[in-house]
């Protein structure tokens, strides 16, 4: 009897612990059953995940089970969400809501489906699916009892996901199950991040032994598909292999087992044909010795795809997991992979695991977020009874009931008609509607609308047609709304009760004061036109005298002509063939001049976070200033809200990718000093050869660029700030914008934003200063300003306990290698800490700090014989304070605007 308890109490225990582990596996999972039963909740039998029905997601459809001939128990193997299904025989489009977390992670998404003869009509449905606003495929099916699964791997564009299904005529959209899964954010090919999302083409698990396809201990929870051949053999392990150096992480099952050719002198290949013969492929091959070598054994291989080299030579670890993947995407009618062994290999190659991907551009743009704001609010006020669901404009062609938009190929979708008609609102007209500043065409007739016809109305320029009649308005129709229809620029319908008789008295008046504004308005044209006339005669009277001062001793690859055409800019990009970089504003472009000359092509995407004021702020500011230590400009483009910068290309990328360990190359500790004062120099030009003075407010490692003779440059100048009064003392004086008050950001990045600006919204030139300091400490040190972990820790964080321990190659960059004077390292720490004081008078100007660095690069050289610095003399006269180094934390946590 007792034993008998004794299993039972084990037998829960070990439900329990199965329960615990998987609950964990679980976080971040969505695993939706659509078309079930409301608030239903059942954990799989097979796969042990937990599923909710759908009525939290969606509004819309209706629940539907699939036909008794291909359910359970005619098909046992039948999973559970896809028993039942939800349809959609009402609208075009019809969206799911899913809250995906924070923009910018990465997530799996899977949708699946059986269509099972649902309807009982037996005919085959053929629709479309997009998440958010881009197409992700078209769901299609041989026959009723396939199951057709789809996946794709996202970015999140915003906290909510949506995950819509279009009827373009072919059949009723439905959809059986939707799977959300979070991704670890540094795997499969993340830099495409807003502009492009990989579909899944094949996920095979070689020399499968049977498996069940998917498994437990898969945290992102794939579904692998067995993949043999009879010219492989397979071996395979029992023992534990480690996964947790490989971001992939492929479950127990799937890596243990390899597949090697059955003559072991042959290559290991496999191929796949596509569709689309231009699609982009990318490929994750799955590594993992699972035999315990010999000392006379090596098991070495080449992998190339269609004769040409993929990686190079690799030699697979013991128990130990390796994914490898193409850093350039796959194009070709024919894909084939060959794994082949080296000469010096004594053992054939071998494979674990693959996936395929396929690469789905994202050419659709959101909405214009101020009109998106602007319908929800509308939806949420009015309480509309529509299907407003998704992106109000995109797909194109299935735009909200009632809306109509404008589409351009390089700008955001705008709303330009509402119509609102006949829809029981009541209230007031919401002040919202204002908002949709490029509206054409309003439409709220025939509802219970109340109070008076607003004023803001007038703020709508665009505004064509007006239609208020049929409500309860009290008062008149704004005098402007009037003029506007009399001289036919407004179609306006409004019941008569609200129309003034008065206001044609008043337009008589008005009229007679349109004469001497006119002649105002002539004579200010006029100067205008005469004092542009004399700038630009001036300008082209400048001595070469002058044009050289301007420059300061700074080479310029800049042409006379600043402005280029967008075809002239992809003649130059050769049609963006190399991307060489990404930012907040878009994507950078390898490019060359007819004369030769190399350059960087900055193009602005609609999506950026840094829009057209930003690049007209770069542009004007690099036309007229001029530097060794700053990018020169070239030229920029605005053809038909195309917009982009032409800036001399710099051969060896950021300061950020040189300092990081990813890099091979490390920089020599006198090469860093000069690259601190190339940085510096640039900095105290902006700051004391410019008038007005410019403080640059994104100074970081990032924009710090380095040409092919490892000379820096400052680049990117879109938050600058120019001083209006050229006699303001710029070294003492804040520049009191009081950000927050006024409503402008505070601008900056994470880890380099001084914690002064950022609580005050004050800014001074010493902003900068604190931002190079930071600057020097990577370059001292080679770690980012901001480490990663748990918590994040700013460098200075990092930095303090070392000084006060006082021991030097604790601090120094450990890739150095010693190989720097002791004396030089500790004056260049003392100035790094000095700029990054936390209050501004205690920082010096960059002016100091530049003597102060060539004052270190001197102590490099072996004549110098200037007394030692210790360690001890630099913290009694300068560390001793702790706000020397102290940093506010809101400066980390808080998210910068860039």
């Known amino acids: 009897m007792s034993s008998s308890i004794g299993c039972i109490l084990l037998l829960m225990l070990c439900v329990v612990l199965t329960v615990s582990v998987h609950a964990q596996q679980q976080t971040g999972f969505l695993s939706i059953d659509c078309g079930g039963p409301k608030n239903f909740e059942y954990t799989d039998d097979i796969t ?24 359970y128990p005619k098909n046992p193997n039948l999973p559970y969400p896809l028993s039942d299904l939800r349809s959609f025989p009402q609208g075009n489009r019809n969206c799911y809501s899913l809250t995906a977390g924070r923009r910018g992670s990465l997530h799996l998404i899977r949708a699946s489906f059986l269509y099972g003869n649902y309807d009982g009509k037996n005919k085959l449905p053929e629709f479309d699916l997009y998440v958010g606003v881009n197409f992700w495929s078209s769901v299609k099916f041989r026959n009723a009892s396939e199951q057709v699964t789809m996946e794709i791997i996202k970015m999140a564009q915003s906290e909510v996901t949506n995950v819509c299904l279009v009827n373009k005529g072919a059949g009723i959209p439905f959809i059986s199950a939707l799977e959300l899964r979070p991704l670890n954010s540094s795997i499969y090919n993340t830099e495409f991040g807003e502009s492009a999302s990989l579909i899944l083409f094949k996920r095979w698990d070689i020399a499968s032994l049977n498996g069940s396809g998917r498994y437990e201990d898969d945290i992102y929870d794939r579904i692998w598909s067995p993949y043999n051949s009879s010219s492989w053999d397979s071996i395979s392990t029992s023992s534990a292999i480690n996964v947790n150096g490989d971001g992939y992480k492929a479950p127990f099952e799937v890596i243990r087992t390899v597949a090697i050719p059955r003559n072991h002198s042959d290559p290991l290949e496999f191929s796949w044909t596509p569709t689309d013969t231009s699609s982009k ?66 053992l054939p ?5 693959v996936e395929i991907y396929v690469v789905r551009p994202l050419d659709a743009l959101p909405t214009f977020k101020q009109d998106v704001d602007a319908m929800m609010d509308i939806k949420e006020n009015y309480r509309v009874q529509r299907n407003w669901v998704g992106d109000p404009c995109e797909p194109k062609n299935y735009s909200w009931e009632g809306l109509k938009c404008n589409y351009s190929t390089s700008l955001p979708p705008r709303i330009i008609s509402l119509n609102l008609s006949s829809s029981s609102l009541s209230g007031i007209i919401t002040p919202t509607i204002s908002n949709l500043s490029l509206l054409e065409s309003l439409d709220l007739c025939n509802n219970s609308l109340t109070g008076p016809v607003p004023q803001f109305l007038e703020e709508l320029r665009s505004l064509k047609y007006l239609n208020l009649k049929g409500n309860q308005f009290s008062g008149y129709v704004p005098t402007t709304l009037l003029e506007r229809s009399r001289a036919g620029l407004l179609t306006l319908r409004v019941d008569e009760k609200n129309v003034n008789d008065s206001d044609t008295s008043n337009k008589k008046k008005k009229k007679n004061a349109v004469v001497p504004i006119v002649a105002s308005v002539s004579s200010i044209l006029a100067l205008s036109v005469i004092f542009i006339l004399f700038w630009k005669l001036r300008r082209n009277g400048q001595t070469d005298k002058e044009k050289n001062e301007l420059n300061k001793g700074g080479r310029t690859i800049a042409s006379k002509n600043w402005q280029y055409t967008y075809a002239e800019v992809l003649d130059i990009s050769s049609n963006f063939e190399t991307v060489i970089g990404k930012g907040g504003f878009g994507i950078v472009y390898y490019g060359k001049m007819k004369d030769g000359n190399q350059v960087a092509v900055k193009m602005l995407s609609p999506s950026s976070t840094q829009g057209p004021k930003e690049f007209q702020t770069e542009a004007e500011l690099l036309m007229t200033v001029h530097h060794k230590n700053l990018v020169s400009f070239v030229g920029y483009c605005d053809d038909d809200n195309k917009m982009a910068l032409i800036y001399e290309y710099m051969a060896n990328g950021n300061l950020k990718d040189n300092l990081s360990d990813r890099n091979p190359h490390c920089l020599s500790w006198d090469r860093r000093l000069q690259i601190a004062i190339d940085a510096a120099e640039g900095l105290d030009y902006l700051h004391h050869g410019c008038k007005p003075p410019i403080i640059h407010r ?56 001084d914690p002064e600006y950022y609580r005050s919204g004050n800014l001074n030139e010493k902003s900068d200063t604190y931002s190079f300091g930071v600057v020097l400490l990577e370059l001292i040190t080679g770690r980012p300003a901001v480490l990663k972990g748990k918590p994040m820790m700013h460098i200075l964080e990092w930095v303090r306990p070392e000084l006060e321990r006082g021991d030097l190659s604790k601090i120094l960059d450990p890739r150095l290698e010693r190989k720097f004077d002791a004396s030089s390292a500790w004056k260049a720490i003392r100035i790094a800490m000095a700029c990054t004081a936390s209050t501004s008078i205690q920082r010096p100007t960059m002016s100091v700090v530049l003597a102060e660095l060539k004052q270190c690069f001197k102590m490099e050289s072996p004549n110098y014989s200037e007394n030692f610095v210790t360690p001890y003399q630099i913290s009694s006269d300068f560390y001793s304070s702790s706000q020397a180094y102290s940093l506010d934390s809101e400066s980390i946590t808080d998210p910068s605007p860039r």
């Open 349 to 353: 190659p071998i494979l674990n695991a």
């Open 281 to 346: 492929f990318y490929v994750y091959l799955y590594f993992a010795e699972v035999e315990k070598l010999q000392k006379t054994q090596l098991r070495k291989f080449n992998i190339s795809w269609n004769g040409s080299p993929l990686f190079e030579s690799l030699v697979p670890l013991y128990l130990y997991a390796t994914t490898l993947s193409n850093s350039k995407y796959l194009v070709a009618n024919e894909h084939q992979i060959s794994i082949q062994k080296t000469e010096d290999s004594t």
């Open 698 to 753: 994104d100074v970081k490692s990032a924009n710090i660029l380095i040409n092919q003779n490892l000379e820096a440059k400052i680049a990117d100048f879109g938050l600058s700030k120019v001083f209006k009064n050229d006699n303001r003392n710029v070294e003492t004086e804040v520049i009191h914008n009081n950000d927050r008050n006024t409503g402008s950001a505070v601008m900056g990045t994470t880890g380099y934003l």
């Open 48 to 71: 042990k995940i937990k599923y909710n029905t759908d009525g939290a997601y969606i509004q819309t459809g209706v629940n539907k089970n699939i036909s008794s001939e291909y359910a």
